[in-house]
């Protein structure tokens, strides 16, 4: 696994089996140059190969920001072709974030801007403050969302409202973010760290690999046909059918008593 001090661009700390990684140059608000995202791709490359974590808590360093883009200096100097490496990039890196086999929760601290909007929708769940502001300002900067954001949003929203976004560029406030489903909850301030904490355990008190297979049926799903997504969706179910797990929960609800899951 990686250690906190080979990283200069991000943070981490881990605590009782989750792994909170906070994107840390807060004085540029926390903008994603290339370090940071080549600093992503190797921390999630070993948190997914790490086996004690049972999950991923993402937030910005700071009060201000969680991510408030792509770090705009290093956007001028692309041409054609570095701009779109530049692009396939972000958007592998999201897609590895998005196919984490552990639960990732996005804990938005403030501006989720461009690129920090696109990383928050890469992540399966969001909590944000009620600070929080969420934009795709790229076509004022000349360009489009370049990360994924222009196949994530019209998922998360719907197109009509994720047309809105991207093409007027316009933010929206944390609490419109809630109403049309950008978020899953948004909570004060002050409160963020320890209700994404409660999120996450609300998550991670139940059967492991019943998680990590939910996941799994949900986000393959999209890959699938009609047909196959729902025999995917058996086949997990199967599996998990065989697990001790499985076995213990639903004993210990016949039995009256809480489940100790081990992963098994
Ligand atoms: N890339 C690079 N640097 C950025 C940045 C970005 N996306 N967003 C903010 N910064 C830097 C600013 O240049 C400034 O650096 P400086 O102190 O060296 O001048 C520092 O972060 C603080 O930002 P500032 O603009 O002074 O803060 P603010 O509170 O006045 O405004 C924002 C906050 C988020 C509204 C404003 O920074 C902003 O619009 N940022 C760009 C958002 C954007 O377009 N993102 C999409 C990029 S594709």
């Known amino acids: ?13 881990t605590e009782d089996e989750i792994i909170w990684v906070e994107v840390n140059r807060p004085d540029k608000l926390n903008a994603l140059n290339d ?18 974590l049972r999950g991923v808590i993402i937030r910005g360093t700071g009060e201000k920001a969680f991510v408030a883009g792509a770090d705009i200096k290093e956007l001028k100097d692309l041409n054609r ?3 779109e490496d530049s692009s396939r990039k972000g958007q592998k890196i999201f897609q590895s974030i998005e196919d984490m086999p552990i639960p990732v929760v996005g804990a938005i ?10 990383l928050a929708m890469a992540c399966h769940l969001r909590i944000a403050s009620e600070k929080a502001v969420f934009g795709l300002p790229e ?3 000349g360009l489009i969302p370049g990360y994924g954001g222009t196949q994530r949003l019209p998922k998360l929203v719907g197109r009509t409202m994720a047309l809105e976004m991207i093409l007027t560029g316009e933010p929206i406030q944390a609490d419109e973010a809630l109403d049309c489903g950008l978020v899953n909850r948004v909570v004060p301030h002050s409160d963020l760290e320890s209700e994404a904490r409660g999120l996450m355990n609300a998550i991670t008190n139940n059967a492991p690999l019943a998680i990590k297979k939910a996941l799994r049926s949900v986000l393959k799903g999209d890959e699938l046909g009609p047909k196959q997504r729902y025999e995917h969706e058996s086949d997990l179910f199967g599996e998990l059918c065989e697990t001790k797990d499985a076995t213990e929960g639903l004993s210990a609800f016949l039995e009256k008593r809480n489940p100790e899951f081990k992963g098994e």
């Open 139 to 141: 076509v004022g900067l």
């Open 81 to 83: 072709r570095t701009g």
């Open 1 to 13: 696994m990686i250690q906190s001090d080979e990283l200069d661009t991000l943070s981490i700390e």
């Open 35 to 52: 370090r940071v995202l080549t600093e992503l791709e190797n921390l999630f490359e070993a948190i997914a190969k790490e086996d004690s």
């Open 109 to 118: 601290n403030g501006y989720a801007l461009g690129g920090g909007a696109e």
